[in-house]
């Protein structure tokens, strides 16, 4: 009996031994090649083992490559216990080339509802020898979630490349979705737990894939704090290409996001729509889009493209949405025929809408569709909305279409500020609507300021205007220290500042060198309301090859307004047959 005991005893002592080293929990730092033989390895035994206290890093060499389908990685990590998988030592990031797909849910490395894990140089990539959308892979880096109460947070991907192929119109360079690897059926959520929080995408290049960045959520649980940039600049190059829309950086559901320092462009010849950054519906969110650096291609004839597009923020609850210092340069749209352009939409109505220090220059147009430059299309009767300190140069217009162009446009809000914006080097062909700065909304007070407007040329017969405000009878209009000059037009009329309706001021403004060789020239233009000049500067109105009552007009009041005038300096120099 004591020998059987004795036997029992060290089996189940060499049991638990045995037990113990096949499934301890990983730690410290590992090497590939070396600790394991692959990547695919390494994650294998990190799904089955866990991670220990102090977490584990695989040091993964230099130059080093690896062609196949990775596991899943399931494993998760804590903020104490962490999860890194980065270059180690000098040369080529390593680099894992996909295996063959076999659906419409395959991705170079996957997460399934993994906190706490990063990836710092570990580069991705389709096989060439992937040639059908079966067999493509659909996602670079993949996050997804193990169920609706699990979902993946806290993780970094930067300093990356990531290539995949843009004749997979499903093809994303980083993806965060509310589903399972098993289904992209979208998933209930509750509460934090279930969304993809507080990631970081920053310094990776993403080239070819036909969407660049896509994070989703619910409409139950919003994402919060996830970072596009911010940290490093993202490079998203050749997005696009087919009959599809296009996406640089996509985003749907999310809160206090932001999408910082991005270097965007699109792939010549895309068919479809094309944005290069879409933040979707998120209501009563906070969002930034900053400091980005955009440029897309039309290749359709009537499809819209965008650079800039966000429709969160609805539905004010204090917050923020901020479009700043972000450069729009050299887009194209050859092909366009009732197909627009607009650098940058905002429809979110969020309580302050801020839309400031943006350059957008170096675009060339012939369709016939509208024009917006920056346009908030808003309605909200508490919002405060700031276009201030934009620069919009270099924009040209061609073709004999009637489409209407507005380089700012603010549409509803309650408090609008249009202040030290640069508008010049703008020039138009056809009949359309010509306006510089253009508010025809109900307000409840208005601001424009220390705006200079030059440089404007108009070949066609559109109406033109420096500043155009329609306002309602409650609105309170100050039109201060703008600089509006250097007008050729052969406009029907011209005006360097048209305002009608609501009770305004307009103070040291300076209009001058506007010269129209067809239709009327009129310096300020007051409609309905109460006007009120004081201290303007208007000189060198000039209209040739046209005849007829009142051609040019320093100030032209409409009859039954009231207008009062004071200290204000006309000087004409018209040529025109009547003043």
């Not at 079966?134 to 609706?148: D, N, R």
């Not at 969020?350 to 299309?377: E, P």
């Not at 808003?378 to 073709?399: A, F, K, W």
């Not at 446009?409 to 359309?432: E, P």
Request: glycine letters at 10%; hydrophobic letters at 35%.
């Amino acid at each position: 009996m004591k020998k059987k005991y004795l036997l029992r005893l060290l089996q189940t002592f060499l049991f638990i031994a045995f037990s113990s080293a096949s499934y301890a929990q990983l730690s410290g730092v590992k090497t590939i090649p070396g600790d394991y033989v692959t990547i695919a390895a390494a994650i294998t035994d990190l799904n089955a083992s866990g991670v220990a206290t102090g977490g584990v890093t695989f040091n993964v060499a230099a130059n080093y490559t690896e062609t196949g389908m990775m596991p899943v990685i399931t494993a998760t990590g804590t903020v104490g216990n962490p999860i890194v998988f980065q270059k180690s030592g000098t040369g080529t990031n390593p680099t894992i080339t996909a295996g063959t797909g076999i659906g419409t849910r395959d991705g170079v490395i996957v997460l399934q509802g993994t906190d706490y894990i990063t990836f710092d140089g570990i580069n991705v990539e389709e096989n060439a020898a992937n040639t059908t959308a079966t067999t493509q892979m659909e996602w670079g880096y993949a996050l997804l979630k193990a169920s609706g109460t699990d979902g993946s947070q806290n993780v970094i991907i930067k300093n990356s490349r990531i290539i995949l192929s843009s004749s997979n119109i499903s093809s994303v360079g980083i993806y965060s979705a509310n589903q399972t690897p098993a289904t992209t059926t979208s998933l209930l959520i509750s509460n934090i737990d279930g969304t993809n929080s507080y990631n970081h995408f920053y310094s990776n290049i993403i080239v070819g894939a036909y969407n660049g960045i896509v994070i989703s959520s619910s409409p139950s649980f919003y994402d919060i704090f996830n970072e596009v940039g911010v940290l490093g600049a993202n490079i998203i190059a050749n997005f696009g290409g087919g009959a599809s829309t296009a996406k640089g950086i996509y985003t749907l559901f999310q809160n206090d996001l932001k999408i910082v320092n991005n270097n965007i462009t699109s792939r010549t010849g895309t068919n479809g729509i094309v944005y290069g950054i879409h933040n979707d519906v998120a209501t009563s969110s906070n969002v930034e889009i900053s400091n980005n650096t955009i440029t897309v291609h039309g290749g359709g004839t009537t499809q819209l493209i965008m650079a800039i597009y966000n429709q969160a923020g609805s539905t004010p609850s204090g917050n923020n949405v901020i479009i700043n210092d972000n450069i729009i340069q050299d887009c194209t749209y050859p092909t366009a025929t009732s197909g627009g352009f607009q650098a940058i939409q905002n429809i979110g109505t969020a309580a302050n809408v801020k839309i400031n220090g943006n350059t957008i220059s170096d675009f060339n147009y012939g369709g016939t569709a509208t024009l917006f430059m920056i346009n908030s299309n808003t309605s909200n009767s508490d919002m405060l909305l700031e276009i201030n300190n934009n620069t919009i140069n270099n924009i040209t217009r061609t073709g004999t279409g009637t489409g209407a162009t507005y380089i700012i446009s603010a549409a509803t809000a309650a408090f609008v500020n249009l202040d030290n914006n640069n508008i010049y080097n703008i020039s138009k062909a056809g009949s359309g609507v010509f306006r510089m700065y253009s508010n025809i909304a109900a307000p409840l007070q208005e601001s424009y300021s220390a705006n200079n407007i030059y440089n404007i040329t108009n070949t066609g017969s559109g109406i033109t205007a420096g500043i155009y405000s329609t306002t309602t009878a409650a609105c309170i209009s100050t039109i201060n220290s703008n600089q509006i000059y250097n007008f050729t037009t052969n406009a029907t009329i011209t005006y360097g500042i048209y305002k009608t309706t609501g009770t305004y001021s307009l103070e040291r403004n300076k209009i001058n060198d506007i010269n129209a060789n067809l239709g009327e020239v009129v310096g300020i233009y007051t409609g309905a309301g109460t006007a009120t000049l004081v201290n303007n500067l208007i000189a060198n109105l000039d209209v040739t090859g046209a005849t007829g009552a009142t051609m040019v007009s320093g100030i032209r009041g409409a009859a039954g307004s009231a207008l009062y005038l004071f200290y204000n300096t006309i000087y004409l120099n018209a040529t025109s047959n009547t003043t």
